[in-house]
């Protein structure tokens, strides 16, 4: 009896270990760095670019770093990040090679990383974040910023695709103000001469154009036009591009007005002047500063004729 006891125990006991499941493969911990490596999150991503605008007080943006290979790391790996000096000077170095200026560092006291060590902890695949905090308000808009962190590890991790650096740059790029919603209105239209209607001034197109007054009893020098957008946008500058013609019987000089409430305008460019011939472009930068609206008072034209013409009138911004 007692040798059947026995063997009922044996017996148990090796159905027991016999159940005992293997952890599986992903589960598995090591410090085997052969096929392991270490991704370092936003930098795999290339340059990031942080928000300035709005001037808005400070904002954040995170650094992590994460695991990759088969299983979980068996021991805690400490990453430290730290600014990249040689990488910043590289950086302009080839900037300036290329002829475009040099970024600026960041502005003292613009910037705090609350964690410069942070770690991904033995049998996870993820680090804690390390917080970039910075403040908007230090920024020039007008201006392009730069800093680089780099991060590396004491345990002989190698990092995916060799980044172990991230770029923060903290810039705004003028853009042309979408014009959705704009109203035009002149203090004369002519109907019929490719329109002529104040509307073509913001109709996206160069073929059509806005045309003062010239028959029966024509309209003279000044002459206006306005655009009212439906909300205020941050405005840097406004382009004209004149009539597609090969004349020069359009303004020459005006007064540039920006309103604030669509109704009270104030005097943002004085006497300024258009070129006789340019079919393109032509830019007039203003104080940076929200508008809902601008408006042209033309005082004077390339020549004595006292009717004129406009094809797009187009707004600049943040």
Known sequence: MKNILKLLILVLLFSAYSCKKEPKDYEKSSDDKTNALLTLQKGINGRQNLTVFPHNGNRTTQIA?????????????????EVDQTAFDSINNVREQTGLAPFLKFPAGSY??????????????????????????????????LIVFKVSNNSGYKFANGVTR?????????KEHPKTGWVATASSE???????????????????????K???????????????????????KISLHKRQAANNTWFKIFDLYGTTDGTTWKLIGENLVTEAAELG??????????????????????????????????????
Request: glycine fraction near 6%; aromatic fraction near 12%.
């Open 190 to 212: 002519h109907p019929g001469e490719n329109t002529g209607l104040a509307s073509a001034l913001i109709d996206n197109n160069l073929a059509t154009y806005w045309h003062s």
């Open 281 to 318: 472009p032509q830019f007039y930068p203003i104080t940076p500063q929200y508008l809902k609206g601008v408006k042209l008072v033309m005082k004077s034209g390339h020549t004595t004729a006292q009717t004129t013409h406009l094809a797009e009138i187009s707004v600049f911004g943040y």
């Open 65 to 81: 770093v994460n695991y990759g290979g088969l299983g979980v790391p068996a021991s805690d790996i400490d990453i430290n990040i």
């Open 112 to 145: 705090s990383l609350d964690n410069p060590s942070i770690k991904i902890p033995s049998g996870k695949i993820n680090s804690n974040y390390s917080t970039l905090t910075y403040n908007s308000d230090a920024f020039a808009l007008d201006k392009q910023y």
């Open 214 to 236: 010239y028959s029966a009893v024509a309209a003279v020098y000044p002459h206006e036009a306005s655009i009212v957008f439906p909300k205020e946008l941050y405005t840097t």
């Open 166 to 174: 991230v770029e923060f740059v903290a810039a705004v790029n003028e």
